[in-house]
């Protein structure tokens, strides 16, 4: 019981953003997308990213370095938009391209709320209910859950790695400690 209990605010973090795709989760062809006229980053640039990286790994079993498939080719080694320097992104080369991409959603959905929890734990000093709430209000946030009803995965990654790296330049004034900072710098290289 205690277990369960010193581990609920994880549990809860990484559950509700799971609870809230899980529609989407559940069915590998059903793209998230949102109900706007406006167009997603999800339809128009992740998801023809994702299907080209899978097929492109699958027949040579090698990372591709150019996009035919925007204008008359684009590169894509260098490319931030690309994602494929972010390890997470990974799974797009060995599942379906669309169940990888909204798993990618909710992970971020779920680490920004770990992050943010950890954050006020540890660096504002936040009780255990009270840091959950700050989680969920943060991981759950209309500015973040735009974003992921755009399609705009780079911006939920960086947004999900942003209470990290507060947390490691207020403990990296707090403790005085040289780890703080290149955990900050681990942090902020993630966001790019």
């Known amino acids: 019981m205690m277990g369960i209990r010193r581990h609920a605010p ?10 809230i795709l ?38 040579t079993g090698r990372f591709p370095l150019w996009q035919p498939a925007f204008f008359s080719g684009v590169p894509v080694a260098g490319n931030p938009s690309y994602l494929l320097t972010y390890p997470p992104y990974w799974m797009v080369l060995f599942l379906s391209p669309v169940l990888a991409l909204n798993l990618l959603f909710a992970i971020h959905l779920a680490w920004a709320g770990i992050g943010t929890w950890w954050f006020a734990r540890r660096a504002l000093g936040f009780g255990p209910e009270s840091a959950v ?15 992921v009803s755009g399609g705009q995965l780079g911006v939920v990654i960086a947004l999900a790695w942003v209470p990290f790296a507060l947390l490691g330049v207020w403990q990296a004034f707090d403790s005085g400690s040289w780890l703080w900072p290149w955990l900050t710098g681990a942090a902020l290289g993630f966001m790019v």
């Open 22 to 59: 899980l529609p989407f989760l559940l069915s590998p062809s059903s793209p998230l997308l949102s109900r706007s006229t406006l167009g997603s980053d999800y339809l128009s640039l992740q998801l023809p990213n994702a299907q080209h990286f899978h097929e492109a790994w699958r027949s």
């Open 10 to 19: 994880w549990i809860t973090l990484v559950a509700l953003p799971v609870v």
């Open 133 to 147: 709430l700050a989680g969920i209000a943060f991981a759950l946030a209309p500015k973040v859950l735009a974003h």
